[in-house]
């Protein structure tokens, strides 16, 4: 996992721009592919929202591509409760 704090500026779903945070980025063995986690701090019945996205690690594109399966889901809820897990077993 690479924990960055990087802000980067997008086009929305509605094609305004807008500024979201980098959460984090992980690379997924089963799928061989690269996840940006990030989120723009809205808050969606009481939790912030969070999207995911396949970038490219190597930089030579930076088109955000669109998460199409639920292998793909499932491999990113599965990071993202592992997370959860540790940062509950630090505290």
Known sequence: ???NNSIFTAKDSTGKNTSYEIIFKFD???T?????VYTDHSMEKGKMKVYA????????SKEL???KTEEEWNTIEAFLSKLEREI????
Do not use: F
């Not at 061989?32 to 940006?36: A, D, E, Q, V």
């Not at 509950?88 to 505290?91: K, L, S």
């Open 1 to 3: 996992m690479d924990t």
């Open 28 to 30: 997924s063995e089963e």
């Open 32 to 36: 061989k592919k690269s996840y940006l």
């Open 53 to 60: 996205n396949i970038y490219d690690k190597t930089g030579r």
């Open 65 to 67: 591509l669109p998460i």
């Open 88 to 91: 509950h077993e630090e505290n």
